[in-house]
């Protein structure tokens, strides 16, 4: 019974390098109707913007918000944070205007001891802003979380005051500003529950961003990635108007399904100067054509809302998605981009991560960077850099750590210093 289950737990995780099959990836730098790309211009004219559309069509589905900079309100602001080393402001982003219309409540902590704009981190946040430390000057997030009945939070999966600092170790905040930038994050809640039965609940963003034409289910919508992304933008529209920070040193960062949501982030919004993808796996930085770790299918299962319903086509039928996910992290060329993979994260398939970075490289090529040589991965806690690509596997487990943050400090310092 035990082996039978051990042997099917494998099968399913597809977790046996010596079993990935050859798969053969979409060509980068080829236009549907066959021409080959040879400039950059012909890549921003022609390639680049059938990649996004076809992103937007079969994966992430379509933007259906306005691109246009919302109102804010600045809630707070304490000039003496963290015993002094910080400025921390609260700000409020009216998501639209229409009434029950929510508010993506963002947090910025900038470093006292710089006197010019600073560069700043960008991420949204798993389980509300007072998860990054024990400053009870945070609001705490009143929208429903996943961690119903764990320490913090009630059964209903509301936080309360023993959620703070829960997430401490992921942010490093004290870190980040000793290092000379900003940081600043959002709850992804706020944006869209990170839940199933969204579509059921009067939470759904696609019915209170704009009742009057409730955005009507159509299988190019776009999921709950896609409105993350999208609110990684209006934040970004916000950071513009700080003239505590420059806006045009702006880093998108996030681990797994938020690393997902910052690569797409970052792949559309070409005013994000660095892009970090943290663990993101499937349906983010892992080639999708070779089968381990998470499939399109599992993906599509367990998270049936966070992708166009269009995605679904491709389960079970990689080699039929026109796009591989090197194509995502090629949108971001020729602007610094940073993956990295821990050795214990199987799921996300380390490989697949480096793998879809070094063909990414083909595009930072054309622009004249430096691209990786090697294939394979480099050795786990060597991190490597080739031009502005960089790349780290992390000893341990499915995380974001304090050594993944040295590691894009020391990334951050060599392009937005
Ligand atoms: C997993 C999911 C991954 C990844 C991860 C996370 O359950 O299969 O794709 O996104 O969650 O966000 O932590």
Known sequence: QLSFCLAQTKKDYLQDESKV??????????LNNGKQVK???????????????????????KTMASSAALPYRIVSVNKNALNGIATRKEVQILLSKSKGARQLNLI?????????????????????????????????????TRFAGEPGFSSAGIANEKSRARSEGRWNVELILSSGYGVATAYYGDLQLDRKDIYSLPDDFNKWYDPQKELKPDSSQWGAI??????????????????????????????????????????????????????????????????????????????????????????DKEAS?????????????PRPLYVASASEDLWADPVGEYTALFYAGDIYKLYGFETFKD??????????????????????????????????????DLYLK
Not at 278 to 307: C, V
Request: proline share 5%; hydrophobic share 35%.
């Open 321 to 333: 998605l026109p796009i591989d996910f090197h194509e995502l992290m090629a949108l971001i060329a």
């Open 375 to 412: 294939r394979n991965p480099p050795a786990t806690d060597t991190p490597v850099r080739a031009g502005v690509l960089g790349y780290h596997k992390r000893t341990g487990k499915h995380d974001i750590t304090k050594y993944d943050w040295e590691q894009y400090i020391n990334f951050a």
């Open 39 to 61: 400039t950059t211009k012909e890549w921003e004219n022609s390639r680049r913007p059938e990649l996004l559309k076809t992103f937007a069509e079969e994966v992430y589905g």
């Open 226 to 315: 896609g409105i993350w992304a999208w609110g990684l933008s209006r934040a970004l529209d916000y950071l513009e108007k700080d003239p505590s920070v420059n806006a045009k040193k702006v880093a998108v960062i996030g681990h797994s399904r938020l690393g997902k949501a910052a690569l797409w982030a970052g792949a559309q919004d070409k005013r994000f100067a660095m892009v970090i993808s943290n663990n993101s796996g499937e349906g983010g930085a892992a080639i999708t054509r070779r089968k381990f770790g998470e499939t399109i299918k599992r993906i599509n299962t367990s998270f049936p809302h966070w992708f166009a319903d269009n995605f679904k086509k491709y389960n």
């Open 108 to 144: 910025i902590y900038t470093p006292n001891q710089i006197k010019e704009p600073v560069p700043v981190f960008l991420g949204l946040n798993f389980s509300g802003n007072q998860e990054m430390n024990t400053d009870t000057g945070i609001t705490i997030t009143k929208y429903w």
């Open 21 to 30: 099959e050859n798969y053969t990836l979409p060509a980068l730098l080829r």
